[in-house]
């Protein structure tokens, strides 16, 4: 494996886990109960943001203003619905191959965090029983700014006491690359190439992906 890799820092949904659709469910709830319909061009910018920004991004698809206020009412509805649709979360949600992965990458002894804009990370990490592969979680409860600043992924460097250069990011949202790329992460993008161009290498996603093949694409 590559010696200048000592640690591994994942987003949380579309890289390791697919809750993404419960979320854009409950934003498809908020839209409706706001009078109109959220296209699929949205719910792809709201890959890999903040609560509160994607919220800026489904009022302003749907034309509506409205107070600061009303807008944190209308996050927390909406976060309301969303942990009420993961009462009922299993394993299905953990994307094909990333258990594995994760084993590999435990049994090189690199240390892995996850570095999310979700403020249910260590939740939905808790109740798949993954918490344990992470020295460190950070998520939207942990960081100020959120992507493409740098900081969740800066901060999840600093649990795993290592330099952003050595660490690789894997990703796969535009702003999240840009975040790691920003930080002076090595980042690779888990989706299609075509999406994520700024991204150092991307795989498709972790199923039958060994560490070795990871760590080759950065060679």
């Known amino acids: 494996m590559s010696k200048e890799i000592k640690g591994i820092i994942f987003d949380l949904d579309g890289v390791l886990v697919d809750t993404a659709k419960y979320h854009f469910k409950s934003w498809i709830k908020l839209s409706a109960e706001l009078g109109f319909e959220l296209t699929p061009v949205v719910e792809e910018k709201l890959k890999g943001i903040s609560r509160m920004d994607s919220l800026n991004i489904v009022l302003e698809s749907g034309g509506i203003s409205c107070s600061e206020e009303e807008k944190k009412a209308m996050a927390e509805k909406k976060n309301t619905w969303y942990l009420d649709s993961l009462e009922g979360l299993d394993n299905d949600v953990i994307l094909e191959g990333v258990l594995s992965f994760l084993d590999a990458v435990k049994s090189h002894?690199?240390?892995?965090?996850?570095?999310?804009?979700?403020?249910?990370?260590?939740?939905?990490?808790?109740?798949?029983?993954?918490?344990?592969?992470?020295?460190?979680?950070?998520?939207?409860?942990?960081?100020?700014?959120?992507?493409?600043?740098?900081?969740?992924?800066?901060?999840?460097?600093?649990?795993?006491?290592?330099?952003?250069?050595?660490?690789?990011?894997?990703?796969?949202s535009q702003k999240g690359i840009l975040a790691a790329k920003t930080g002076g992460f090595r980042v690779i993008g888990i989706g299609e190439k075509t999406a994520l161009k700024e991204a150092e290498a991307v795989i498709s996603g972790f199923q039958g992906v060994k560490v070795e093949d990871v760590m080759a694409l950065l060679n």
């Open 109 to 172: 002894n690199i240390p892995m965090a996850v570095g999310s804009a979700s403020k249910n990370a260590t939740t939905i990490l808790s109740r798949l029983d993954m918490t344990d592969y992470f020295v460190s979680i950070i998520d939207g409860n942990h960081v100020q700014k959120t992507k493409p600043d740098p900081e969740v992924f800066v901060n999840a460097a600093r649990d795993l006491q290592l330099e952003e250069a050595s660490c690789l990011v894997f990703e796969d």
